[in-house]
């Protein structure tokens, strides 16, 4: 396609997508006026309204990675441009349906809808950028460049850093991610030890407690590009590690006392020790306000009693952030927890028991999970476990105030689980590419079949789209903002990831359900992406979806914060 032509496309694309962006944001401000009491939020209405809810968070999410992609478009190479067209196509497609279903809901005309749907430039869209032909050859060009898709502008110490991480992940990780997952290994010395040299433990820590981030601001996009480039060889022996001492360290810096930063921040940055995180308990995951593991006064210190479930690295941690209920009335809600950190030593392998000289035991058993394996998910028995005061953190004035800490770690860990979903796009579609040429079926290669072309193209699109749409978050973030997008860049990611490795694993065939393919591990991994880092419903009704919804009150003068 020459250039003309795809700019042509893409001016049409973006005015289509305006007009859509207006019928989104007429839809948003008739469902938050269904669910608004006296100018608020009322969370009966917000419940009775989930399913609508729900559909505007997705359509927010393929709104904005469109119209991000397709303004990136200038700038960017002819197969990205096609790509971003192909994915706006499509997406423009899909939004229609999900903004059709929230419509018949409410009182909205149809009638601006059916008029997008019926527009000749929508037909000859989605003819020329996403139909048969356009699909078949652009799959055909993604298969055969050598030119890297879903391209991003990077700082050049972010570039060099990311292709460090890259040249470690293909030369040292891959060769040890199939047997770590196949054998259910513990992540090994060998691949710690390096990454630890690396600096990886320190990227969200500021240099003057011994990481590599700066003193202000952010430095989002080296996060991301390190975790891409690790999660492409292994999501959970290497693209994962460094979500644990973001979320610490984000709550460290956001509620710890200066001694407390000081003395943690730095060995957390250096990897010595690793760190896990307890939040999510057997009665109460999402629900983080109602956690129940109970903290009780004792002479110096705290005695933790009580269960956490799903505590990824706890055997192999030495430092745990557990966040327990200091004040025993309930009725407090999130205001009863406090974030105290566990020292341990550190254990391989599935189990471990811990007891203190005082009597005090902490003990775990890994999970069996269907992947992410290497650093193994925990049940942990609490029985009388001592923590002294200093364990507290913000000490005597961090009681009460440990949900903020814990979410203060949040935005960082959703966008660097996007990131984590590129990673594992990236490793699939290139599996696909790879098996579909070497694959003869019906005496032909794979690759050369039409469908298997249209799969590897919409693949592709999805792909980049996401990656890019990380990187536009990552900026905002670094920028001081992205609280609710750094959620929808995180639910798109990673739904998108269940996509792109559902498809490499149908192209590889019988040999994409042998464990001992890698895409089988692409697949089972990401399917853990949208359970964890804030559970995609919870983030679409909770975070995206109530946002979009004040927003729309706010704008329209209806609002009372
Ligand atoms: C491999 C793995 C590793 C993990 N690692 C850690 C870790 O290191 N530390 C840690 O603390 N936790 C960890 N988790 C736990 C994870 O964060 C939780 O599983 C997640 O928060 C969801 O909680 P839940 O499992 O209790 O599901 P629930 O909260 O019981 O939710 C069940 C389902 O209901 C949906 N749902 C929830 N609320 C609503 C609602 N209001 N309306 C409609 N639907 C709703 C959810 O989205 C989900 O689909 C891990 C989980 C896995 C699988």
């Keep these: 396609m020459n250039p003309p032509r795809l700019n ?49 968070a997705l359509a927010s999410a393929e709104l ?16 990205d441009a096609r790509l971003a067209l192909a994915f706006a196509a499509e997406a423009i497609v899909a939004v229609l349906g999900r ?64 292709d460090a991480f890259r040249r470690f992940a293909a030369e040292v990780v891959a060769p040890l991610a199939g047997e770590i997952h196949r054998r259910d290994l513990t992540v090994p010395e060998t691949l710690l030890r390096p990454m630890r040299e690396m600096g990886l433990f320190g990227l969200s820590i500021p240099e003057n407690h011994g990481g590599s981030a700066p003193l202000e601001g952010e430095d989002t996009l080296s996060m991301i590009a390190v975790t891409e480039a690790l999660s492409e060889a292994s999501l959970a022996a290497a693209g994962s590690l460094i979500t644990r001492p973001e979320i610490l360290a984000r709550a460290l810096l956001s509620g710890g006392t200066a001694a407390q930063r000081a003395h943690w921040l730095p060995k957390i940055a250096a990897g010595e020790p690793l760190c896990a995180i307890a939040i999510t308990e057997p009665d109460y995951g999402s629900d983080v306000a109602g956690l129940a593991l109970k903290a009780t006064r004792t002479s110096g210190g705290w005695l933790l009693d009580g269960a956490k479930t799903w505590c990824t690295f706890a055997g192999k941690a030495g430092l745990l952030m557990v966040v327990a209920r200091t004040d025993p009335d ?43 394996r290497g650093m193994h998910s925990f049940d942990l028995h609490f029985e009388g476990l001592f923590v002294p005061d200093d364990g507290v953190i913000g000490s005597e004035g961090g009681l009460g105030k ?30 696909a590419i790879r098996y579909a040429k070497d694959r003869r079926v019906f005496g032909a290669p794979l690759i050369d079949f039409p469908l298997t072309q249209a799969k590897i193209a919409r693949m592709a699109a999805r792909f980049a789209a996401c990656r890019r749409l990380t990187y536009a978050v ?20 990673c739904r998108s990831a269940e996509m792109v490795t559902r498809e490499a694993l149908q192209i590889h065939g019988g040999m994409g359900y042998a464990e001992e393919t890698p895409v089988s591990r692409y697949f089972v991994d990401a399917r853990v992406l949208s359970i964890f880092e804030g559970a995609e419903e ?5 975070v995206v979806a109530r946002s979009l919804l004040e927003d729309a009150l706010a704008r329209a003068g209806e609002g009372t914060q």
Excluded: W
Aim: hydrophobic letters at 50%.
């Design 402 to 431: 440990g949900f903020y800490f814990t979410m203060a770690g949040m935005q960082g860990g959703r966008m660097q689980t996007a990131a984590r979903a590129s990673g594992v796009m990236r490793a699939a579609l290139n599996a």
């Design 64 to 79: 904005l990675a469109a119209q991000t992609v397709l303004a990136e478009g200038s700038g960017s190479t002819d197969i």
């Design 8 to 56: 042509e496309l893409a001016a049409a694309a973006a005015a289509l997508l305006a007009r859509e962006r207006e019928c989104f944001d007429a839809a948003v401000l008739a469902v938050a006026r269904r669910c608004a009491e006296r100018g608020r939020l009322s969370a009966p209405r917000l419940d009775a309204q989930q399913v609508v809810c729900y559909e505007l």
């Design 99 to 162: 903004l059709e279903a929230v419509v018949l809901e409410t009182e909205l005309s149809r009638a601006p809808l059916q008029a997008i749907a019926a527009d000749e430039r929508l037909a000859e869209l989605r003819r020329a950028a996403a139909g048969a032909a356009a699909l078949a050859q652009l799959g055909r060009d993604v298969a055969d460049t050598d030119v890297e898709i879903g391209q991003v502008e990077l700082d050049e110490p972010v570039a060099m850093a990311r």
């Design 538 to 542: 919870t983030l679409a009704l909770k």
């Design 330 to 372: 309930r009725s407090l809600g999130h205001r009863g927890l406090s974030v105290l950190l566990v020292q341990k030593p550190s254990y391989e392998g599935h189990a471990f028991d811990f007891v203190q000289d005082g009597g005090g035991a902490l003990r775990g058993r890994a999970i069996r999970t269907i992947g992410y």
């Design 474 to 493: 990552g900026r905002m973030m670094n920028d001081g903002g992205a609280r609710m997008e750094a959620s929808l860049v995180k639910l798109l990611a």
